[in-house]
């Protein structure tokens, strides 16, 4: 599926869940077609919430950026793929003025690859239900072979929310 649009970047969730009939899986082959704008206060549906991960389950399938970027995704309690099964792969993608609060931005847990990603955070916020699980990539835990490369996070320029500084250091 190409993803050209903010509307279908939402649609990610749902249209994952389709290629798959298997409880918890996540499946699919999709690519960018262009860069993306999201509306200011869009609560994004991030793809595969509410999964105990094993490795094998979440989204399993390949987010291909293809260079494209996408501009001011925020992430709330959850990840742009909250858990990922080792097969998943996301790749090739910028995102700018992007934000987190109390998740981990790519995802909170799981496997998988992710590779060739630029992050320009705008804004960092941790509450104190968080618990703690609060980054980048995999922050809640590793379930199956995962692997981070060539991958670039910034965090200079970001506002950070939060009465516990100790978390900023995950971000600097």
């Not at 804004?123 to 692997?147: D, K, L, M, R």
Request: glycine share 10%; with cysteine; aromatic share 10%.
């Amino acid at each position: 599926m190409v993803i050209d649009d903010a509307e279908k970047l939402n649609k990610l969730s749902e249209e994952s869940k389709k290629m798959n009939s298997q409880a918890d899986i996540f499946d699919g082959y999709f690519i960018l077609g262009a860069d993306i704008t999201m509306p200011k206060d869009c609560q994004f549906n991030e793809v595969a919430t509410d999964i105990v991960a094993n490795g094998q389950n979440g989204f399993v399938g390949i987010f291909d950026g293809q260079g494209y970027q996408i501009d001011g995704l925020s992430i709330d309690n959850g990840g742009l793929f909250a858990v990922m099964g080792e097969s998943a792969v996301v790749k090739n993608v910028s995102f700018t003025n992007a934000s987190v609060k109390d998740s981990g931005f790519i995802s909170s847990k799981g496997a998988g690859l992710i590779q060739n990603l630029y992050i320009d955070y705008k804004e960092i916020t941790v509450t104190e239900s968080c618990n703690g699980f609060v980054g980048t990539f995999f922050v809640n835990g590793i379930n199956g072979q995962a692997i981070v490369s060539n991958c670039v996070v910034l965090t200079v320029d970001a506002s950070y929310n939060s009465n516990d500084k100790s978390y900023k250091k995950l971000f600097v």
